[in-house]
C-alpha cells in the first residue's frame, strides 16, 4: 500500500520568509498526489494536485509543489509567507484509497 | 452552497452509547468517505462508498458501521463507544481516490 512521510511536525517562519513544507512518497506505481490545507476547526481544503501533467504544479494562495519522482517527493513551498498561512498542511498519496501524512504547522512570526 | 454538511458538530458519549454522526453532500458527487483524525496521525479512512448502494472499510474500520442512505447522504454509526473512538469525525465527498476531496467541517466527539 501506498504511504507518505511528512518531515517536520512544526516549522516556524518569519513573515515574508520562504515557507518549505517537505512530503515523501512510497508507492509501486506513480500515484496521485495532494496538498490540503487545515485551518483551525475546520474541515482540509485542497491546495493543489499532482497527476503527471506537469511535474510543477501551482495551486492556490500562491503554494507550488515539485514532484521529483528520483526523490519520491512532493514538497511544498511558497516564496513569501503571510500570517494568515498559519495553518496545518498534510500531504496525500492516492491510489486505490487515499493515504495522509500526519501534518505539518506551519507557524509565521510577525 | 453549503457543499459537505456534517451533523453534530460536538458530541459527548459514555462509553458503550451508540451514536449516529450524520453526513451530506449537495454537490453530486458519487463518492462519500469517513475519517477520523487524532493528533499526530493524520487523517485514516474508515469507511468509503464509491457510489450509491455500495460501501467498503478503510484503514480503522473496526468498531464502526456505515450506511449510504441516497447520493447525498452517507452515515458513520458507533455501536459500542469507546474512549479509544474519541476524535474528531470528518466526512468527504469527491468523484473517486484520484480526484480532490471535499471536506465538512467534522464533528469532535469526546467518549468517556
Known amino acids: 500500500a501506498q504511504s507518505v512521510t511528512q518531515l517536520g511536525s512544526h516549522v516556524s517562519v518569519s513573515e515574508g520568509a520562504l515557507v518549505l513544507l517537505r512530503c515523501n512518497y512510497s508507492?509501486?506505481?506513480?500515484?496521485?498526489l495532494f496538498w490540503y490545507v487545515q485551518y483551525p476547526n475546520q474541515g482540509l481544503q485542497l491546495l493543489l494536485k499532482?497527476?503527471?501533467?506537469?511535474?510543477l504544479v501551482k495551486g492556490i494562495n500562491g503554494f507550488e509543489a515539485e514532484f521529483k519522482k528520483s526523490e519520491t517527493s512532493f514538497h511544498l513551498t511558497k516564496p513569501s509567507a503571510h500570517m494568515s498561512d498559519a495553518a496545518e498542511y498534510f500531504c496525500?498519496?492516492?491510489?486505490?484509497?487515499?493515504?495522509f501524512g500526519a501534518g505539518t504547522r506551519l507557524t509565521v512570526k510577525p | 452552497n453549503a457543499g459537505v454538511t456534517q451533523t453534530p458538530k460536538f458530541q459527548v458519549l459514555k462509553t458503550g452509547q451508540s451514536m449516529t454522526l450524520q453526513c451530506a453532500q449537495d454537490?453530486?458527487?458519487?463518492?462519500m468517505y469517513w475519517y477520523r483524525q487524532d493528533p499526530g496521525m493524520g487523517l485514516r479512512l474508515i469507511y468509503y462508498?464509491?457510489?450509491?448502494?455500495?460501501?467498503d472499510k478503510g484503514e480503522v474500520p473496526n468498531g464502526y458501521n456505515v450506511s449510504r442512505l441516497n447520493k447525498r447522504e452517507f452515515s458513520l454509526r458507533l455501536e459500542s463507544a469507546a474512549p479509544s473512538q474519541t476524535s474528531v469525525y470528518f466526512c468527504?465527498?469527491?468523484?473517486?481516490?484520484?480526484?480532490?476531496?471535499?471536506f465538512g467541517d467534522g464533528t469532535r466527539l469526546s467518549i468517556l
Open positions: 468527504a465527498s469527491g468523484t473517486g481516490f484520484n480526484q480532490p476531496q471535499h
Open positions: 508507492s509501486s506505481v506513480p500515484p496521485y
Open positions: 499532482y497527476t503527471s501533467a506537469a511535474t
Open positions: 496525500a498519496v492516492s491510489l486505490n484509497d487515499m493515504r
Open positions: 454537490m453530486n458527487h458519487n463518492s
Open positions: 462508498s464509491a457510489s450509491e448502494g455500495t460501501t
